[in-house]
């Protein structure tokens, strides 16, 4: 006879849903940072963002792995740059329009890193 047990939900930490959506955690609401999150709970986020979360994720401020995307260099070529910490929309807006050398330099890292990924890629393809 098997006993039936109900199956408790799966949570995680507050960080690590705020690294799946994309946002600072210091920046979230009080109570999305001080308790775990539910899978269902992040999938509700997901799905049907509160304004809080589409603000955010608007307006900044942006974790680095974020601001690294959206100014198209690596978290790496920030930290060569001096940026350390988040930044908002704006922000990221002003740098991308100012173009400063080390944002171009470190894009062009980027896309030869890529090319150099895609055609190793494509050699292990062929073989």
Known sequence: MSTSKAKTPQTMKSATAAKK???????????FQEGPVSRDELNALQADPPSWLADLRREGPHPRQVVAAKLRVSASGLARAGITGPLTTAEIENLKAENPD????????RARVREEELRLKQQRAKA
Request: glycine share 6%; charged share 20%; hydrophobic share 60%.
């Open 102 to 109: 080390w944002l171009e330099r470190e894009q062009a890292v």
């Open 21 to 31: 959506l994309g946002i600072l955690l210091s920046a979230a609401p009080a109570e």
